[in-house]
């Protein structure tokens, strides 16, 4: 298996932009994350879903940001618009069924200047 | 309020050495805890996860250990190689009253080891 995988692995764009990062979770896992990370507040739980439906995006900073997951090999999270502030690595996770074992997918490097 | 504390904030050993890293938590209703490493530029990948009944699990050279009573967890590495430079994160999961988890994130520990 290929494990998590995101695109793009880096992505560099300008205020106001809108930015969409992608995630296709290890096949047959019920569970999808999304985690952003930053030097000063660490590791962040943004959205998770089960079985493709969100069941908690709590985490989520503010309605610029949006998550989907159409189908349950396919995820995106948007940012519109981005602002300097949301320069990250935003991860996506999977996890085969509760809250077992999540296996991280690489990260994006998301730089907005 | 829930939190999840980790010592030390960085740690520099020799290679061979053994060494131990703390979390401390006041998360309630306690549901796992998990301890994840974190090589730069990668994901998190996955070490251990102990339930509230497990109070030690190893998983090769990394051992650790929970202490439900005190809230207290620690990662024990044995003859420490080049390798487990690293971030060391504690995360402890919270269950709710509707079934949902809260995961509360420790800020980790960095462990350089030198050869």
């Known amino acids: 298996d290929a494990g998590v995988i995101q695109s793009p692995r880096h992505e560099v764009t300008e205020m106001g932009q809108e930015v969409t990062l992608r995630c296709k979770p290890i096949?047959?896992?019920?569970?999808l994350f999304w985690y952003r990370q930053t030097m000063m507040r660490g590791l962040e739980l943004l959205i998770y879903?089960?079985?493709?439906?969100?069941?908690?995006d709590s985490g989520m900073p503010e309605d610029r940001f949006s998550a989907k997951m159409p189908n349950a090999s396919f995820s995106t999270l948007k940012i519109q618009p981005s602002e300097p502030r949301d320069s990250a690595v935003y991860f996506c996770?999977?996890?085969?069924?509760?809250?077992?074992?999540?296996?991280f997918g690489p990260g994006t490097r998301l730089t907005v200047l | 309020k829930n939190q999840v504390e980790q010592s030390p904030q960085s740690l520099i050993i020799l290679e061979g050495k053994n060494c131990t890293l703390q979390?401390?938590?006041?998360?309630?209703?306690?549901?796992?805890l998990r301890w994840y490493k974190q090589d730069t530029g990668r994901g998190p990948v996955s070490l251990t996860i102990?339930?509230?009944?497990?109070n030690t699990k190893s998983n090769g050279r990394y051992t650790a250990t929970l202490d439900a009573d005190t809230k207290q967890s620690s990662l024990h590495i044995t003859a420490s190689q080049l390798s487990d430079s690293a971030s060391y994160i504690c995360?402890?999961?919270?269950?709710?009253?509707?079934?949902?988890?809260?995961?509360?994130f420790g800020s980790g520990t960095r462990l350089l080891v030198r050869p």
């Open positions: 996770a999977s996890a085969p069924s509760g809250w077992n074992t999540q296996y």
């Open positions: 096949s047959g896992h019920d569970y």
């Open positions: 879903f089960n079985n493709n439906v969100p069941i908690d």
């Open positions: 979390c401390n938590y006041t998360v309630s209703p306690f549901s796992n």
């Open positions: 102990m339930t509230f009944s497990e």
């Open positions: 995360v402890v999961s919270a269950r709710g009253s509707d079934s949902s988890y809260k995961l509360i």
